[in-house]
């Protein structure tokens, strides 16, 4: 069964507006961890920013925020004001609690281009 | 610093040939993993190394041959490969190999390796 799912087809948006990708998760581990990473055409993995299921506040980096509804078991990447650099492939992941645990489940990834 | 480099860039290798790639960091990780990512696909896990030793291997062909020197180095050697292996290669390395929830994988470039 998928972990991860990100369903959105390519998504434009227009350069200075707000971007919301969407990402679903399934697990029955009450402890986990939810991560976003980018990755541009040149095919670097930028690690965007990180949100644990016990945190109470939603998790923020600069332009990025994570809407984390644990109940809907979703982790929405929230990107204010888009730039022309984050046009991207932008990947949600979840490490799941058991010690040892080193994998990460991937979702298939939300494409989106800023234009301008 | 959260840079892990990768060498080379690019490849294009014959079914016939050996290679290496080579991963570097020094971040003090103890974690350090190889990843295989066709286009349009999320990353898959091949291998994880934690305080060098190999701690997963996801059912990687033996033509795939991983190496930790050391705590900074991983190199992949490369061997009779057959044209559906040309992919993107990407490394990454991380703080506890114990898997704690937050820690954070961080990627290289990236080797985008041709198989002819």
């Known amino acids: 069964a998928q972990k991860i799912t990100q369903t959105q087809p390519g998504m434009f948006v227009q350069e200075k507006e707000a971007v919301t990708l969407d990402c679903t998760y399934d697990?029955?581990?009450?402890?986990?961890?939810l991560f976003w990473y980018k990755q541009p055409s040149s095919g670097e993995m930028i690690f965007l920013i990180y949100?644990?299921?016990?945190?109470?506040q939603n998790a923020t980096e600069g332009r990025y925020s994570l809407n984390f509804q644990k109940a809907r078991k979703s982790a929405n990447l929230v990107i204010s004001a888009s730039q022309l650099g984050d046009s991207a492939m932008y990947f949600c992941a979840m490490r799941e609690s058991y010690y040892g645990n080193n994998r990460l489940a991937f979702g298939k990834g939300n494409q989106v281009v800023v234009i301008p | 610093d959260t840079e892990v480099t990768q060498t080379p860039k690019h490849l294009v290798m014959g079914m016939t040939n050996k290679k290496s790639l080579k991963c570097e960091q020094h971040m003090g990780h103890r974690a350090m993993y190889w990843y295989k990512q066709k286009a349009k696909k999320p990353p898959e896990l091949m291998f994880v190394?934690?305080?060098?030793?190999?701690?997963i291997n996801e059912s990687v062909p033996s033509r795939f041959s991983p190496e930790c020197p050391n705590s900074s180095l991983l190199n992949l050697h490369l061997h009779a490969l057959q044209p559906e292996d040309s992919a993107l290669y990407l490394c990454a390395s991380s703080q506890d190999p114990s898997g704690s929830l937050s820690d954070t994988q961080y990627f290289g470039p990236g080797t985008r390796l041709t198989v002819l």
């Open positions: 697990t029955s581990d009450q402890s986990y961890g």
């Open positions: 190394y934690s305080y060098e030793k190999l701690s």
């Open positions: 949100q644990g299921s016990y945190d109470e």
